[in-house]
């Protein structure tokens, strides 16, 4: 493992940051203070970021360059990562660039490639995600949507639920089931694209306790999609929705460690900010030992990161222990969140009117939101079952 770049690495991270310092404007940097998912910026505010990426050939940093990508390598896109998220620039990438793009490179036919790939990472076309349901969650395949095919396509009727940014999306990737019956629940899933204003789609914001509506209900009734709209085989879209969550639990927020770091130096900003003793919380030995603590397991899930990348680098596939990344990440980030609100006293349960930034009274927003990053993408209990089975091998 090496944990330094090598003089081609640190070229290239030098254009990257260089490329950020001139060309991002100034207002999307600084946001991603390890909030699990913000109210959303709307496609005119992150038009100029879009615009700024297109110019540059940068506005998807894996995609191959014929599709409009940039077709950086594994560690380049590791580099554009890193920096991105220690500028602190909202995530744009999410559901289209890291998730549908690639399935519909590895599973979509030539058509849908030409017809979604450009304007997804254009950002003309904003995805959302259309997985789980009331009685389907950690036990997805249990999900009961109906797809019942028609004479030039399919008919949906059904629900989905926490479906992230479903009201400011375009279009929604959903599973649905198109054999009602099959031998194994795996089985008679098909994994389908629609248009989210197609006529019998109800959507419905959730407001959360951070009081932000980051996810919505979303009802279909009678929604026709047509048969171009299928991706992979009918029947056999279990496989392509597990390469999706592949995709997801890596690019998970909180499995990036320079979000903690951003974190943990706020937790710092807070205890110099915070009176106590006649002098601040800063000064007290045990809380800068508490905070060290915290430092020191984020640079452990930055080495593991590592220890994964040159495992990729050398041609291995990853495994199961990415879901380490995931799990430790989002635990890390809520004991960060919760050290600044203990350490903040009354200020940090008092209420503010920003979405972002944690020095002005918004670190209740951060401290209640923060609780859903053990949920969405997959449970921690969850991740530490299928920890326990496949990566140790433990008995079950
Ligand atoms: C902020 C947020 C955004 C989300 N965005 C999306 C989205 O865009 N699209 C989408 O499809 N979904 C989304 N989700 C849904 C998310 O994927 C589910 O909430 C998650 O998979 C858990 O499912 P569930 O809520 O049905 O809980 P359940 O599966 O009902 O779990 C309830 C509890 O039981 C535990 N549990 C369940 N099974 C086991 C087991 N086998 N062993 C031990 N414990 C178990 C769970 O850990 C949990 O504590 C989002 C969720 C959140 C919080």
């Keep these: 493992m090496n944990l330094k770049d090598t003089p081609e690495q640190e070229a290239f991270r030098g254009q990257v940051r260089e490329w950020i ?55 380049q896109s590791m580099i554009f990562r890193e920096e991105w998220s220690r500028a602190g620039i909202p995530d744009r990438f999410a559901m289209g660039v890291e998730m549908v793009g690639p399935i519909l490179l590895k599973y979509g036919s030539e058509a849908q490639q030409q017809r979604f790939l450009e304007p997804t990472l254009r950002g003309e076309i904003v995805w959302c995600q259309g997985y789980s349901e009331p009685g389907a969650g950690s036990d997805l395949a249990n999900l009961a949507l109906r797809a019942d095919a028609s004479e030039d396509g399919y008919i949906l009727n059904g629900q989905k639920i926490w479906t992230s940014q479903a009201h400011r999306a375009h279009w929604i990737f959903v599973l649905a089931r198109t ?44 929604v026709p999609v047509p048969a171009d709209q299928l991706v992979g085989e009918p029947h056999k879209g279990w496989t392509v929705a ?12 909180t499995a990036d460690p320079n979000v903690m770091n951003r974190a943990i130096e706020a937790v710092k900003q807070t205890a110099k900010n915070t009176p106590n ?4 919380m800063w000064d007290d030995a045990l809380l800068r030992r508490r905070v060290a603590a915290l430092e020191m397991d984020a640079a452990c ?30 635990e ?6 919760e050290l600044q609100q203990e350490v903040a006293g009354p200020a940090g349960i008092t209420w503010g009117s920003e979405p972002f930034g944690l020095e002005t009274g918004e670190i209740a927003i951060h401290a209640t939101n923060i609780r859903a990053a053990t949920i969405r993408g997959g449970t921690a209990e969850v991740h530490r079952n299928v920890i326990a089975q496949r990566v140790l091998h433990l008995p079950r």
């Design 21 to 75: 310092d001139a060309s991002v404007p100034a207002h999307l940097k600084g946001h991603r203070q390890g909030i699990v998912q913000g109210p959303g910026l709307g496609r005119d505010e992150l038009a100029p970021l879009n615009s700024a990426l297109s110019e540059r050939g940068w506005q998807a940093p894996e995609m191959p360059v014929e599709f409009g990508g940039a077709g950086f390598d594994f560690t």
């Design 179 to 222: 054999d009602p019956k099959p031998a194994k629940k795996q089985e008679g899933i098909s994994f389908l694209l629609v248009k989210l204003d197609t006529p019998g789609i109800t959507i419905r914001p959730i407001v959360t306790i951070d009081g932000f509506d980051h996810f919505c209900e979303v009802f279909f009734e009678n």
């Design 242 to 253: 597990k390469a999706l969550l592949g995709h997801e639990r890596f690019s998970h927020p």
């Design 277 to 280: 003793a006649g002098g601040t």
């Design 301 to 330: 899930l930055q080495s593991t990161r590592y220890r994964y990348l040159t495992k990729v680098e050398r041609g291995e596939s990853p495994g199961p222990e990415t879901l380490i990344f995931k799990l430790f990440g989002a």
């Design 332 to 337: 890390l980030m809520q004991r960060i969140v």
